[in-house]
């Protein structure tokens, strides 16, 4: 009766957990990424729902923000009303970063999907984003 596994079970056990490893960390990557992308959706969103509130009140857009990593601001009025305390920043801000620009009666606010989309021609930091809204919704 042996009392021992030999280097070929001991090759194949080491293989195997190997294996289940690296496909661990491949699913923790992605899930990594549509989180990200899911918090990024959702900052546009409260910053598409600031500026919309914002025009019914002045009948303008916002004219400008700022959004990067180290914005402090958010979006007030000359009246004193505060529509977004402070502007949320990008999950990844040293690398991408929110864009926001307007026309008046239009805007566009962007950012950059790391699990894909199309190109909205505007620049997010690091690369062109890829997820953009304006006043009617998604462009």
């Known amino acids: 009766m042996k009392n021992s ?6 090759l194949v056990v080491a293989t195997i957990i190997g294996l289940l490893s690296a496909g661990a ?19 546009l969103e409260q910053i598409r729902a600031a500026l919309e509130m914002y ?6 857009f916002y004219p400008a923000l700022t959004i990067n990593c180290s914005s402090t601001g958010g979006i007030t009025d000359t009246g004193g009303n505060t529509y977004l305390s402070s502007i949320p920043k990008d999950p990844k801000c040293n690398i ?8 008046g009666s239009n805007y566009t ?18 690369a062109n984003c890829n997820y953009c809204l304006g006043p009617y919704g998604q462009k």
């Open 5 to 10: 596994f030999t280097l070929i079970e001991i």
């Open 109 to 126: 606010l962007g950012a950059y999907l790391e699990t894909g989309g199309t190109s909205c021609g505007v620049s997010c930091g690091g």
């Open 96 to 103: 991408y970063t929110y864009y926001y620009s307007t026309t």
């Open 25 to 43: 960390s491949i699913s923790y990557s992605q899930f990594a990424k549509q989180s990200r992308d899911a918090k990024r959706k959702a900052d």
């Open 55 to 60: 025009y019914s009140n002045n009948d303008n």
